[in-house]
Each structure stands twice: as structure tokens, then as C-alpha cells.
């Protein structure tokens, strides 16, 4: 593999669209409608605060959005907030002394955020192509319950394919996600456009579709039930033929039931558990607090990335114009538009037909709904209609996961270059000028992240029931893995404690870059009160308010408490392992750890 041996540069390349589009690709609302409506719904009695927690990250984001515009204009270069961490505090009069610790600091917490979001995309992608493969072959796979280790296999192999890309140069991704972001945002219009209007077509109480999740088909008529014993236990079961396709419920002519729909919000259980809205208001509203900001944990997933395009200002033309235009471009258009429609229309699609509790024992609830409008609207060929879109939802998951790399790459090559880590990191391809060594070596991180958060994707309250586990195709591919529902409830969600590792990892880069972005401007002659003072500091106080809410929110009776818990120790882990490799190798080098120049 060839690799400089002197001096490599990046070249700049990348105009304000290149730059936009690949911010937008690790947004990509295409892929993430798909990827995190379950692990949202999974939280427990939140759910109906799905939409206002979405609203509550996009307003945090926005913030450090400003924050990181305000601070590429500065001083712009690879390497991100890592580099602004070290520019901010070197042109400090006062705290200059201290621009090599916080640059760690930033660097070193950003990996928390950078090295394990990739495995987060690898790890759902292997789950979208085992409901898929489900879906075209319902006798070998579960479409709504994959195999583990299919999804495993896909997720490894999806992870180097993509760095493969990444390792081929910045100039072929841009183009990638140019192309991405126009099909995924098309499809996305269509899907919510569907979904609002079957709502509206299928007032309470008329005949509509209910959707079942073995065959994996929406049906007009009410489900025949007989009870049968699973497990020594007497269980109403669904009646179906050879082929598992559930029987209609006859009258006293013989002929099928009709379904009536209704959108009832709770169940008659105790306690009751949210099945629907039952109107548009309900979608939008806050319905409680402490909900909004259990939501919000988890929909920073879907919003982070706008910060990317701050790491390609080495590979910018214009970075002081275009990078910052770029940040806020890419947020407002996929966060305030994309993401806020498309929630909504899917939220506001539930109904008894496809209730949330559907929705947190599916792999893929998004496509459950594509199938259903895709049969009302389409004559019966709602599969075929949810298969055109996987296939955007697909290469909209190559861009993220791209994009991403990308982003995560750069960042450890900047800080290779400085040999905060291994130099052999900041390291340049000869031919491609991508930081290779990066690229790959976070392959296989993600790989290995990807199959962690595999292992229990149905753990905690997404547990199947055990009738649901007897029906699944047997094989190694398709069933091993799975254990029983009372194994599987005791244990954590393992997507989901991957996905909240991440994500307080960028609740914590966040943070730290309002933080930054206040030094930037102390005493400097373009200082404003409200962008660089105001703004950071709702930043800081909206990510601080996310983070806490990981420790306090669970004893309160609210969100789920393994999960949240288990990714705060990966974090401690991580920030411990940081600081005792800071120390050993500033001590191997003979640097201090405090800088003694500013030259």
C-alpha cells in the first residue's frame, strides 16, 4: 500500500455543495425514520413524546450548530473541534497554557461519539437486511425478528465495504452522497405524504388494514384465535394455515370480519400502555416533561453530523465562507424539515391496525408501515412499494456510515499529526490523500461495535414473546441467538446501549464545544453577546440537561434503566483509559502536559 514518506497535503477540492451534501449524507433522514423509530418506541411509557423530543435535540443542535459555524469562520482546517479546541485556547491571553489538555480533552471525548456511531450504522444495517431478507425469503428469515448472527456477518462486511469508499478519497464520497441526498429525500416525501393520507382516509371505526408480523402482509379482516400451550403456558394465539398466513375470523354467513380501525391512545392493560394518537395535536404535544427529554437521548442520533463538514476544511476552497453556511444549511433543511415532517407522518400513522407496541417487537417498524399504505394505496402491492424504498433507505445508510468515517477518520488523523495518538494515524495515502490507516482501523472498530450491539437487539422491553421465538424459521443463521423471553427482558437492549453510548459521547462533544466556542470570541473584535456568549451557553445547559438525564430520568420511573447505565460505564471506561494513556505517553515523549509556548 503505497504512503508518504514525505510531506502529504490534502488538496481542497470541495465547494459549498460538496461540503452541504456531505453534512446532510450523515444526517440522512432517509435512512434514520427507518433505523431509530424502533429504539425510540422502546422506551417505555416516552413514547408518546417522540415528536417534541426530536424538537427539544434539533434546538440543542442548532445551538452548537451556530457554535461550530462561528468557530470554522476562525480558524479553518481538518480536525474539527479538535482543532478549534486547540486555536481557541492558543490565541487566549490568559488560558493559553492549557490548549494542548483541552484539545485531548475534545479529541479523545469525540472518539466516544466518532468511533462508536459508525458501529451504531453497521450494526442496523445488518438489521434492515435481515428484515429484507426476511421479507423475500419468509421461510428462511424473520423479517420482523432477523438472525443474529446474519445480521452480524452483514454488519462486518458493510463496515469495510464502506471504508473501502472512504479510503478511495474524499472526491468519489461527495459524489456518493450528492446522489444519496436527492433519491432518500424524494422517497421520504412520498412515504409521509402515504402515510398522513391513509390517516386521513381511515376515519375511527372504518374497515382498514392490520398488519402481522409473522407473514410479514397487511390484511383487511379480523384475525381468527385459538388458544393453544407454549411452554406450559395458555396462550391466545393467531390461527394460521401451512403456510402461516393468519385466518380471518368468520360471522354467521361464514364470510371474514372486516377490521375497523380505531386510535385509541392506551390499552385497556394495567398500566396502560400508549398504542396510538389519536389526533394530529396529540403527535406534537409535550404530554410530559420528563418524556420529552428521555426522546431527546435518543433522537440526537438522528441529528448529529452537521458538525462534520467542519473536519474537510483542509479539503475546502473556500472554508471560511462555505464551511460554516454548510453546517447550518444541513441541519435546518434535514433536521427542521426532513426529520419534523417525516416523525410526524409517522406517528400520526398509528393506529389498532399498527399499534407502538407493534412497533418496539419489529426490526424494522418502518417498514411494517410501508407495506400497509403501500397495500391501501397500491392495490396490495405494499411490499413491492416498501421495497423500492428500502433501497433508498439502503444507499441512504452507505452515505451516513461514509460520511461518518469520513468525519472520524480526519479527526484521528489530526490528532495523529500532533501524536496525541499513534502518528502512524497521521498518516496521508500517497495517491488518494485520505488518512487510510484511520479509515481502517475504524473498520474494524465499527465491525466490532456492530456485532456488541447485536447480540440483544430484542432485550429489556422489546423482549418477543416465547410463541413468537417457536415460530421462527430454525437455522443457524435465522434463530441461534435468541434465548427466551424471560432471558431476553432481563437483559439490556444491546442496540440501544450502543446507540446511548454514542450518544452521550456527542452530548459531551457538544458541550465542550460551546465551551470552546466562548474562549474563541473572549475579546475578540467580532464578539457578539448573542452568538457567542448566549447561544453556547443554552448549549451547554440543553446537552448538560440530556446527559443528566441519564442518571436521574430511570429512577424517576421514566425510560428504561440498563441501558443508560450500561453506556455511562463505557463511557467512564473510556474517559479513565484516556486519561492514563495521556499521562503515559506525554511521559514517554518528555512533553508537558501544559504548553510552555505559543509559537
Known amino acids: 500500500m503505497a504512503e508518504n514518506t514525505g510531506e502529504v497535503k490534502m488538496t481542497p477540492t470541495l465547494g459549498l455543495t460538496g461540503l452541504t451534501m456531505n453534512a446532510m449524507a450523515l444526517i440522512a433522514p432517509g435512512a434514520f425514520l427507518w433505523l431509530t423509530f424502533a429504539p425510540q418506541a422502546v422506551e417505555g411509557a416516552t413514547a408518546p413524546s417522540m415528536w417534541i423530543g426530536i424538537l427539544f435535540a434539533l434546538l440543542l443542535c442548532l445551538a452548537t450548530a451556530v457554535c461550530y459555524a462561528e468557530m470554522a469562520k476562525l480558524y479553518p482546517g481538518t480536525g474539527s473541534s479538535y482543532y478549534f479546541a486547540e486555536q481557541s485556547f492558543l490565541n487566549h491571553d490568559k488560558a ?43 421461510n428462511f428469515m424473520s423479517a420482523s425478528n432477523p438472525g443474529p448472527m446474519f445480521m452480524m456477518l452483514i454488519a462486518i462486511l458493510f463496515s469495510f465495504a464502506v471504508a473501502y469508499i472512504a479510503h478511495r478519497g474524499v472526491t468519489g464520497s461527495t459524489a456518493v452522497s450528492v446522489a444519496i441526498n436527492v433519491i432518500q429525500i424524494s422517497a421520504l416525501i412520498v412515504f409521509a405524504a402515504m402515510a398522513i393520507s391513509y390517516r386521513v382516509s381511515h376515519p375511527p371505526g372504518s374497515e382498514a388494514w392490520q398488519f402481522d ?75 410530559n416533561f420528563n418524556w420529552m427529554f428521555v426522546q431527546a437521548t435518543v433522537a440526537i442520533l438522528i441529528l448529529v453530523g452537521f458538525e462534520s463538514v467542519t473536519a474537510l476544511g483542509g479539503e475546502a476552497k473556500n472554508a471560511k465562507r462555505d464551511v460554516p453556511i454548510a453546517v447550518i444549511t444541513s441541519l ?56 423500492i424504498e428500502a433501497v433508498t433507505v439502503f444507499l441512504a ?11 472520524g477518520a480526519r479527526v484521528t488523523y489530526a490528532m495523529g499529526k500532533d501524536n496525541e495518538v499513534p502518528e502512524h494515524f497521521g498518516m496521508l495515502h500517497e495517491k488518494n ?26 432485550g429489556d422491553g422489546g423482549a418477543m414473546q416465547d410463541a413468537t421465538i417457536k415460530a421462527l424459521p430454525q437455522g443457524f443463521w435465522s434463530s441461534f441467538g435468541y434465548a427466551s423471553h424471560d432471558t431476553m427482558a432481563k437483559m439490556p437492549n444491546s442496540l440501544l446501549t450502543i446507540t446511548l453510548a454514542s450518544n452521550f459521547g456527542t452530548f459531551l462533544l457538544y458541550m465542550l464545544s460551546c465551551v470552546t466556542c466562548i474562549f474563541c470570541y473572549q475579546g475578540h473584535p467580532n464578539f457578539s453577546f448573542l452568538k457567542h456568549m448566549l447561544i453556547p451557553i443554552f448549549g451547554i445547559v440543553a446537552n448538560l440537561i440530556c446527559m443528566g438525564a441519564y442518571i436521574v ?30 499521562l503515559r505517553s506525554s511521559k514517554v515523549a518528555g512533553r508537558s502536559t501544559l504548553v510552555t509556548s505559543r509559537t
Request: hydrophobic residues 50%; contains cysteine.
Open 553 to 582: 430520568l430511570p429512577f424517576m420511573g421514566y425510560g428504561t434503566k440498563m441501558e443508560p447505565f450500561l453506556a455511562l460505564g463505557i463511557a467512564a471506561v473510556w474517559a479513565i483509559y484516556g486519561g492514563i494513556y495521556f
Open 433 to 458: 490523500l485520505s488518512p487510510h490507516r484511520a479509515i481502517w482501523a475504524l473498520a474494524v472498530i465499527s465491525a466490532i461495535f456492530g456485532c456488541l450491539a447485536l447480540l440483544m437487539l430484542f
Open 213 to 287: 408480523s409473522v407473514s410479514g402482509e397487511g390484511y383487511k379482516y379480523e384475525f381468527a384465535r385459538t388458544s393453544q400451550t407454549v411452554d406450559g403456558k395458555a396462550t391466545d394465539v393467531i390461527t394460521r394455515d401451512a403456510a402461516m398466513v393468519p385466518q380471518p375470523k368468520l360471522d354467521a354467513a361464514g364470510k371474514p370480519v372486516p377490521y375497523h380501525v380505531n386510535y385509541d391512545m392506551y390499552d385497556t392493560s394495567t398500566p396502560p400502555v400508549f398504542q396510538a394518537h389519536p389526533n394530529a395535536t396529540s403527535v406534537i404535544a409535550i404530554h
Open 397 to 407: 445508510l452507505i452515505g451516513t456510515t461514509l460520511s461518518c468515517i469520513n468525519t
Open 332 to 387: 435546518l433543511v434535514q433536521g427542521a424539515f426532513c426529520y419534523l415532517f417525516e416523525y410526524f407522518a409517522a406517528n400520526y400513522f398509528l393506529s389498532s391496525g399498527y399499534p407502538m407496541t407493534s412497533a418496539t417487537s419489529s426490526a424494522a417498524p418502518i417498514g411494517d408501515m410501508m407495506i400497509m399504505v403501500g397495500d391501501a394505496l397500491f392495490a396490495g402491492h405494499g411490499r413491492a412499494f416498501m421495497l
Open 96 to 138: 493559553w497554557k492549557y490548549a494542548r489538555l483541552m484539545k485531548f480533552i475534545v479529541g479523545w471525548g469525540s472518539h466516544l461519539y466518532y468511533w462508536i456511531y459508525p458501529g451504531v450504522m453497521v450494526a442496523v444495517t445488518g438489521v434492515f437486511c435481515g428484515y429484507i431478507t426476511g421479507t423475500l425469503w419468509p
